[in-house]
């Protein structure tokens, strides 16, 4: 069984920083990318960042360079810096990762860690 875990969400001041963990665990052979979406309450689930197994980028157009994935993959994890907070970045994030468990490769979610930025 393949878990995403996060942690690092909470609850910061405008301008602020945050820095967001995502452990996989389970039977996992390989991952191949790996990246963080988020979603604010009324709206879809949006791509923030991912990363590939090699350690290419890709950043949505709102992160205007604020954000950083980076990822630790002898410890399968991907983290995600949050610099310069803005109120609109308030939402769920969401982990996720393609995966080869050895049966096959597939697509998993963690369960959300909430971000929420208000003074």
């Known amino acids: 069984q393949v878990q995403l875990v996060e942690s690092g969400g909470g609850l910061v001041q405008p301008g602020g920083s945050l820095r967001l963990s995502c452990v996989a665990s389970?039977?996992?052979?390989?991952?191949?990318?790996m990246g963080w979406f988020r979603q604010a309450p009324g709206k879809e689930r949006e791509l923030v960042a991912a990363?590939?197994?090699?350690?290419?980028?890709k950043y949505a157009d709102f992160v205007t360079g604020r954000f950083t994935i980076s990822r630790d993959n002898a410890k399968n994890t991907v983290f995600l810096s949050l610099n310069s907070l803005k109120p609109e970045d308030t939402a769920v994030y969401y982990c996720?990762?393609?995966?080869?468990?050895?049966?096959?490769?597939?697509?998993?979610w963690g369960q959300g860690t909430q971000v929420t930025v208000s003074s």
């Open positions: 996720n990762a393609d995966l080869d468990t050895g049966w096959g490769s597939a697509n998993y």
């Open positions: 990363i590939g197994a090699g350690g290419s980028t």
């Open positions: 389970g039977s996992i052979s390989s991952i191949d990318a």
